[in-house]
């Protein structure tokens, strides 16, 4: 039997129809390409959209089509998420920090159609024009006054597209499985992949991640996300804000301390959201102007492992809770979330950090388990550790255009590449990227706790760890440094320091000196150009 309530779908649409409808007055504030600061309200932002969404169709966009974005977190991006998606077209977010070739490339495999452009990006899209020849026209997101010379062919301005359009437009009802916005992922190896989130998935997503034990984003905040708006849809921000009616505050391109700070106390912001190189920026700029986070709540912290000094000074210095988080593109992000479990409330701070640090417990909507090579699954005890795999109505099902072929098993579950422990309380640690894990004698070595270890040492300021072929075991870990700017610290010195801080059998057998290490556009240590540049390292040992 089944029951009887309604089928309505969940659309994209409805959250800017609800913010502009309950929280109509509520400020969307940008710092915008221009300069100045730019100010409206969610009811503003929704007549936008729709006058967007009209213009796209006097363009010729259709249901399906992909409509691209190179753009900071600003205003016009956030009608883009709500005209383009809204109107039952895919919003492909493109990440400017990728190559230009890459960009190319994953315009050309998008099949995009328009591609709506930050003013910084113009440039860049000159450089490969050539390479677009399906890309029917370029929006920039400006207005007249402020429009470039530019060889683009088919150029128009954001600003003029939109007055020319009433905004009498109703959002149309469809299937909520109906794909919504495209987001390709970095690819650490091999070209970049997409991920085609849908209408369900967005909206399933933002539900959980408005609860209390996830990012608990309500109408009373006022959040600033800073991980941008090209990176998983700024973690879904972007939507949670407009389901909750939160005050939203878009920093633009002013990522440095000094732009963030000004946001952050002149808007009174209470809940942010990034990786952890930008808070490491906006604490220098604090502890160096001596300012404070008088209204800051609580920030979330993902993308990359949170450092326990961090976690303690926004904690200790500056009260403001550490929401330690993790994700990935192919799940939209969220997976898991570091809020406290009530029985830790009378633990000492330090076993409360050792819980911080982890990745944070499961949420509900994303199933999760640990399982050794063969697939057996492994005991969550919080000391076994395995790859991660995971599945849930916000995980992906497979890339875009089958790119990279099946990647769920039968039973649905998506290996995320990470390999990790996971305790009964759902707690989750990283151990490692199973393609980093050192496979010594069968046995398995995290080289992210070798290199947190490492750039403990004062003079290390950059620490990487790749396994090199051994003879005996198969593989042995080698550590690659840089170190700080004016010492000349040698590999003994670093490896006694190691010593007795892990297991004598991960100790590297080797260190060696580098005065860069390289990294992706999203900040990650690239652990494949490593072992290309030390194929061919002879370890001591071997
Ligand atoms: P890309 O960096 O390629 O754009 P994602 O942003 O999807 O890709 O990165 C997802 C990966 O980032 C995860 O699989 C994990 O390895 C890493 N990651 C994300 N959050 C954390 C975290 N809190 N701690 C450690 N690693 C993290």
Redesign the pocket.
């Known amino acids: 039997m089944l029951g009887q309530m309604q089928d309505r779908p969940l659309l994209i649409s409805s959250l800017i129809e609800f913010a502009a409808l309950y929280h109509g007055d509520v400020e969307v504030v940008s710092r915008s390409v221009e300069g100045p600061i730019h100010r409206y309200t969610y009811a503003d932002a929704q007549q936008r959209s729709k006058q967007l969404a009209q213009g796209l169709i006097g363009m010729g966009i259709e249901m399906g089509d992909r409509v691209a974005t190179l753009a900071w977190n600003g205003y016009r991006h956030l009608e883009c998420y709500y005209g383009v998606s809204g109107m039952g077209a895919v919003l492909h977010t493109i990440?400017p920090r990728l190559f230009p070739e890459q960009i190319a490339y994953i315009a050309n495999h998008a099949d995009d159609r328009i591609i709506l452009t930050d003013l910084t990006f113009v440039p860049l899209l000159e450089a490969i024009a050539d390479q677009l020849a399906e890309v029917a026209a370029f929006v920039i997101l400006t207005d007249r006054d402020h429009m470039p010379e530019t060889t683009l062919p088919n150029v128009h301005c954001y600003e003029e597209l939109l007055a020319a359009q009433q905004g009498d437009y109703a959002w149309p009802s469809f299937d909520e499985k109906t794909a919504s916005s495209l987001c390709y992922?970095?690819?650490?190896t091999g070209n970049p992949k997409g991920v085609l989130y849908s209408h369900r998935s967005t909206l399933l997503h933002s539900f959980s991640s408005t609860s209390r034990d996830v990012l608990g984003l309500h109408s009373g905040d006022t959040v600033l996300p800073v991980v941008p708006m090209f990176?998983?849809n700024s973690w879904g921000i972007a939507y949670t804000a407009a389901m909750c009616g939160a005050k939203l505050v878009l920093p633009g391109m002013g990522m440095d301390g000094a732009s963030l700070f000004e946001l952050l106390d002149g808007e009174k912001v209470t809940i942010s959201a990034g990786v952890p190189t930008v808070w490491l920026m906006l604490l220098q700029y604090l502890r160096d102007n001596d300012k404070k986070l008088p209204h800051m709540d609580r920030t979330v912290?993902?993308?990359?492992?949170?450092p326990a000094t961090m976690i303690e000074t926004f904690e200790n210095d500056y009260d403001v809770t550490v929401v330690?988080?993790?994700?990935?593109?192919?799940m939209s992000?969220l997976g898991t979330i570091c809020t406290m479990k009530p029985k830790m409330a009378d633990w000492s701070y330090d076993d409360r950090l050792a819980v911080k640090r982890k990745?944070?417990r499961t949420v509900y909507g994303v199933d999760m388990k640990i399982t050794d090579d063969d697939g057996n699954e492994l005991p969550r005890d919080g000391k076994a550790f395995g790859h991660l795999m995971v599945r849930g109505p916000w995980v992906t099902s497979g890339y875009f255009k089958a790119e990279g072929g099946t990647v769920i098993d039968d039973d649905d579950w998506f290996d995320?590449?990470?390999v990790s422990t996971l305790d009964r309380d759902g707690y989750m640690q990283?151990t490692d990227?199973s393609k980093d894990v050192i496979k010594s004698g069968g046995e398995w070595i995290s080289s992210i706790e070798l290199e947190n270890i490492a750039v403990g040492h004062g003079e290390v300021a950059e620490a990487a760890v790749i396994g090199i072929a051994h003879p005996k075991w198969d593989e042995r870990p080698l550590l690659i440094i840089v170190r700080n700017e004016g010492s000349a610290i040698e590999g003994p010195e670093i490896l006694e320091f190691m010593k007795g801080k892990i297991a004598t059998w991960w100790m590297p057998d080797d260190v060696t000196f580098v005065d860069e290490i390289p990294h992706?556009?999203?900040?990650?240590i690239q652990k494949l150009v490593l072992r290309e540049q030390f194929a061919d390292y002879k370890l001591p040992t071997a």
């Not at 330690?324 to 192919?330: L, P």
């Not at 992706?520 to 990650?524: E, L």
């Open positions: 990440n992922t970095s690819g650490t990176h998983v912290i993902g993308g990359s492992a949170a330690h988080a993790w994700g990935m593109t192919e992000p990745q944070g995320t590449g990470d990283i990227r992706t556009a999203t900040g990650k």
